[in-house]
């Protein structure tokens, strides 16, 4: 089946820090690929996306980069600000389902 | 912005008592979704509805846990009886055709 392997946490930097949360996943097909934040006591929010192979998703200047050859999806940051801390979480869609399966999460906390 | 609504926001029952979680999705997606999130995981789901039809519920626990969207609007998750292992984030999500999912804020269930 379908899964999701993210880099365990938690990880801990100083802010402007250069950040980078490993993904990489197992799919049949071709899947769609994602990167949610969940700040603490909230619900998950769609940070990026992409939906074909070296597709870069990117928003808030998070970037990710869709790499078939090596099955990854991994988050980068160059400049990570203190209310980035938050966990997040990798995950795919796949098949006519539209079901969405999710990596473990990474805490990222981030120090003034 | 539209939003998924999800209530109560937090509940703390004794094992054994039967709870239950409401949501009611973003007027007009017809596919609803509540997900599991254990502390420190990633989500998974329990059930997909389209309209008012199960779409996929096996890894619902069928012997404690039910699922209904009876007008295939919003949605009601009843645990009965509630065990200790039960304690999680409960997620709902809706979309519709083309478009992700829209989480809601979750339901923190504590057992006790």
């Known amino acids: 089946g379908d899964s999701v392997t993210q880099m365990e946490g938690p990880v801990t930097l100083s802010e402007e820090a250069f950040l980078t949360i490993n993904c990489t996943y197992t799919?049949?097909?071709?899947?769609?690929l994602f990167w949610y934040v969940q700040y603490p006591g909230e619900g998950l929010q769609l940070l990026l996306k992409?939906?074909?192979?070296?597709d870069k998703g990117s928003n808030k200047g998070f970037e990710a980069t869709y790499r078939k050859e090596t099955t990854s999806f991994h988050l980068e940051k160059g400049s990570v600000q203190v209310s980035d801390s938050a966990v997040y979480f990798c995950?795919?869609?796949?098949?006519?389902?539209?079901?969405?399966?999710f990596g473990s999460g990474t805490q990222l906390t981030v120090l003034p | 912005e539209a939003e998924v609504a999800q209530s109560p926001r937090y509940k703390i029952t004794e094992k054994s008592q039967a709870v239950a979680f409401w949501c009611d999705p973003i007027?007009?997606?017809?596919?609803l979704y509540w997900y599991r999130q254990i502390l420190g995981q990633g989500p998974e789901l329990l059930v997909q509805?389209?309209?008012?039809?199960?779409?996929?519920d096996s890894q619902l626990p069928k012997d404690r846990f039910s699922a209904e969207r009876l007008k295939g609007v919003d949605s009601t998750l009843k645990i009965q009886p509630a065990e200790l292992g039960d304690s999680a984030m409960y997620l709902c999500?809706?979309?519709?055709?083309?478009?992700?999912?829209?989480f809601g804020p979750g339901t923190r269930l504590t057992v006790l």
């Open positions: 509805f389209q309209d008012e039809s199960v779409v996929d």
């Open positions: 007027s007009g997606h017809a596919t």
């Open positions: 799919a049949t097909g071709y899947p769609s």
């Open positions: 995950a795919l869609l796949s098949g006519s389902a539209r079901q969405l399966t």
């Open positions: 999500a809706s979309s519709s055709p083309g478009t992700l999912g829209i």
């Open positions: 992409a939906t074909k192979a070296d």
